[in-house]
């Protein structure tokens, strides 16, 4: 059976930028308080007519350019994302056609901050079975479109963007080693946006009501989180008799540079085993870990060969953790 590889990584955000001095000037909140709290310091912001797929494919682009092959080759597209441009068609169909990937499937994948992270599991999974040799993973989100910016609590952590791997076969030695996810559904209503379903379709009620914006459970989340986080790390690691000492890197999904501090701490990691770049982004959802691989590429950080792990906790819950063999 074959293995499954990273073999190309692009991202994309857009370029207007909302800084915590802005925010200052349309909630009663503070740039010290956000730093302090959250550790963010700007995020950047669509503009009013840019949307998920929009970004999507700009981040799709970037990969493909960067594995110098064509949107034909892809066989399967896998859009991870809880702000799709609308209910039907998926995402993942506005985003094939765009980019040309003639005769290749897809869907989208709502696992909201894990999604990236699920949607690198299933990937894999596909991969090794043999059933496809090119696999588009892409988390994007536009947060800002769901994000009340008169509730403090919340349009302080989050921004737009979105990133993608491509994941091909691979020796089996390395690439994808393991993964481990979970639900917990008792935890839905810590984090979620009411209004927009079946349960509470759109009304004027649910307008006046602000029901279509995120609400969250604050203490709620982070506590969980932080527990989640370390526990899935942990087990997957000692499934592989591994310690923290063999990990090159951990990369989290950016929500709170506290939670992360937090489960690295509890799990021995040292400051330089853990990518956090929350302060130039803030909470992406599912872009949040391509954009912080990335940024770790780019510093020299993540190299071919390296054993990195990326893990995530989002609305649900949902936890998720991957293990990777780095092979570029």
């Known amino acids: 059976m074959p293995g499954a590889k990273i073999t190309a990584l692009g991202c994309y955000v857009p370029p207007h930028v909302l800084t915590n001095r802005d925010l200052e000037r349309m909630v009663d909140t503070s ?17 009013p007519d840019m949307a998920t797929s929009d970004m999507a494919v700009l981040a799709a682009c970037a990969a493909l350019n960067q594995r110098g092959i064509a949107g034909r080759d ?49 990937a894999a999974h596909l991969v090794k079975s043999g059933a496809h040799k ?26 737009d963007g979105a990133g993608a791997m491509l994941v091909e076969p691979s020796d089996a030695e390395e690439g994808f080693l393991d993964f481990l996810n979970e639900i917990d559904g008792s935890g839905g209503e ?19 009501q602000r029901l279509h914006f995120v609400k969250q459970e604050g203490q709620t989340v982070f506590k969980y989180a932080v527990r989640k986080t370390y526990e899935v790390c942990r087990e997957l690691l000692q499934r592989h ?7 090159k890197l951990l990369i989290p999904h950016q929500a709170n540079a506290r939670i992360i501090n937090a489960a690295a701490d509890r799990l021995g990691l040292r400051e330089d085993q853990v990518v956090i770049d929350i302060e130039r982004f803030g909470n992406t959802t599912a872009a949040t870990i391509p ?4 940024d770790a590429i780019e510093a020299g950080r993540l190299k071919k060969g390296d054993l990195v792990m990326f893990a995530s906790v989002g609305a649900g819950f ?11």
């Open 190 to 208: 810590a984090l979620k946006m009411p209004a927009g379903g079946s349960r509470l379709p759109a009304s004027a009620e649910t307008v006046a």
């Open 241 to 247: 008799s591994l310690t923290a000492s063999d990990i």
């Open 134 to 159: 090119k696999v588009l993973v892409i988390g994007a989100d536009t947060m800002s479109r769901i994000i009340d910016y008169t509730d403090r609590a919340t349009c302080i952590l989050f921004g």
């Open 31 to 47: 740039d010290e308080w956000i730093i302090q709290r959250v550790g963010i310091r700007e995020r950047h912001i669509a503009a």
């Open 318 to 328: 949902t936890v998720g953790a991957n293990l990777w063999r780095w092979t570029y």
């Open 291 to 294: 954009l912080a691989a990335r």
């Open 74 to 122: 892809i066989e399967l597209i896998l859009v991870c994302t809880v702000t799709p441009d609308m209910m039907f068609p998926s995402t993942a169909c506005l985003v094939q056609d765009r980019i040309g990937a003639k005769g290749a499937w897809g869907f989208d994948l709502v696992a909201a901050c894990s999604g990236f992270v699920y949607g690198l599991t299933t």
